[in-house]
């Protein structure tokens, strides 16, 4: 794609000439304008902080989920359940396209939309501090949490599209892997200090009483982060170009791109294979089989944000100097070594081991497919490629943790580990061959 890809439309300008007199040009000077280097820098300022505020609040939240639904009494099984229900997106997902083509800063969009998506997590912090007080069974907590976990995620299918659309317009394909590893390694250095107050929590604070806190300080840390959407520097869409949502020209756009439709078959694999494995069940397996303390939830955060701070930097440089589709078919070869560890030694060392491995195949993975996401489209069409590409994730997401947490149940985790390991050697060079036709050179995305 050409690099005027970038230009901003007259016709937005005249209808916006606000977006001409932030940067000092008139409305023709405008029209040809690029994103400079210090647009750039600024943006990637602000998103990357926005992320980290946004990390550090999920830190919170990861240490509470798991050991939570052991604590009231949720078999594997139910927890692949409650993590399928992810499938409620759909419907954002579906609705999106017709609320985003209104916002031509996306920005907008952004901001209101997390306010009932985080809201969610403060009501389930509620729910939990006063669940002694109101005498609030196990069997009804589970149920409650299971229902606003549902709610969470139907929200949840509203807030991507307009993300990534604003994130596409905010920063150009020269700076995404760095805009992502700088993110989650940022992000995990400002959430020691919230994991390490977790960990207190956990240890001093009675349960469920101390698991609501967490969610509490979720919410308060993810709201106040997307204050920062609202300075990006952010390129308008070109919306009156964009096909209708969910129209044959819509349609035709996503079909007509097979280099975007193979992206997206690797990504249901590595989603359905990996994420539900490495980010719930090796966890999982060492509060169950192994039975780790409660506590060590706030080790494994430590655990994973050390690995991401030591790693972040030289990924994202590394993805954006070898391009990303050379690069992404590596990782799943780094899905085999996180799993090792919990297959040689059934112990909390193999779980320790293998999260910290984890968490180096989140940040690689995440850094090359998002970088491709957002650069394969064309401005006027993220909003129909992304969507589709949002299906696809919420499908993957939802049958990923239910098919493995059945798995682990029924051929034990030991013998699901090893399947997966086997599946991720095969993952290399089928993703190789699927991203064989996509181009290798920054300037021909948008």
């Not at 229900?85 to 999106?96: K, M």
């Not at 991507?160 to 394909?173: D, G, V």
Request: hydrophobic share 50%.
């Amino acid at each position: 794609m050409a690099s005027d890809q970038y230009k901003v439309p007259t016709v937005l300008l005249e209808k916006h000439p606000e977006v001409a007199c932030a940067t000092g040009d008139t409305v023709a000077e405008a029209s040809h304008r690029t994103l400079s280097d210090a647009d750039i820098r600024h943006n990637m300022k602000v998103i990357i902080m926005l992320d980290a505020i946004f990390t550090t609040g999920v830190a919170d939240l990861v240490m509470a989920t798991t050991p939570l639904w052991v604590l009231l009494g949720a078999s594997s099984t139910r927890i692949g359940f409650i993590n399928s229900l992810s499938i409620l997106a759909l419907v954002g997902v579906f609705l999106s396209p017709f609320i985003s083509v209104r916002f031509r800063f996306k920005k907008w969009y952004l901001f209101f939309i997390h306010v009932p998506y985080i809201g969610t997590w403060g009501i389930m912090g509620l729910a939990l501090v006063f669940a002694r007080h109101f005498d609030l069974s196990n069997a009804w907590l589970l149920a409650f949490l299971t229902a606003m976990t549902g709610a969470n995620f139907f929200t949840g299918g509203f807030v991507t599209l307009p993300h990534q659309e604003y994130t596409a317009a905010c920063i150009p394909m020269s700076h995404r892997g760095r805009y992502s590893a700088y993110s989650q390694g940022i992000g995990s250095l400002t959430s020691i200090g919230s994991t390490m107050l977790g960990g207190w929590i956990l240890l001093r604070v009675a349960k469920p009483m101390a698991f609501g806190y967490l969610y509490l300080l979720t919410w308060f840390f993810c709201q106040a982060g997307y204050v920062m959407a609202l300075f990006g520097r952010e390129r308008p869409t070109p919306v009156e170009n964009a096909p209708r949502p969910w129209s044959r020209g819509m349609l035709v756009a996503v079909w007509q791109d097979k280099p975007f439709l193979k992206l997206m078959l690797v990504n249901a694999g590595f989603m359905i294979l990996f994420w539900p494995i490495i980010n719930v069940y090796i966890g999982n397996y060492g509060y169950k089989e192994l039975k780790m303390a409660p506590a060590l939830a706030a080790v494994l955060m430590m655990i994973t944000s050390a690995a991401r701070i030591a790693t972040s930097g030289p990924i994202g440089h590394l993805t954006d100097r070898l391009h990303p589709k050379r690069i992404l078919p590596y990782w799943p070869l780094v899905a085999f070594l996180s799993i090792v560890p919990v297959l040689i030694l059934r112990n909390e060392i193999g779980v320790f081991i293998s999260t910290a491995i984890g968490a180096v195949f989140f940040i690689g993975q995440g850094c090359a497919f998002l970088a491709l996401i957002y650069g394969l489209p064309r401005p006027e069409d993220r909003a129909g490629h992304y969507t589709f590409q949002l299906i696809q994730s919420y499908v993957s997401g939802s049958i990923g943790p239910l098919l493995m947490g059945r798995l682990c149940d029924v051929l034990s985790f030991q013998v699901t580990f090893a399947i997966i390991a086997i599946a991720a050697l095969v993952m290399c060079p089928i993703t190789r061959y699927l991203l064989s036709g996509i181009s290798a050179k920054a300037q021909d995305y948008a």
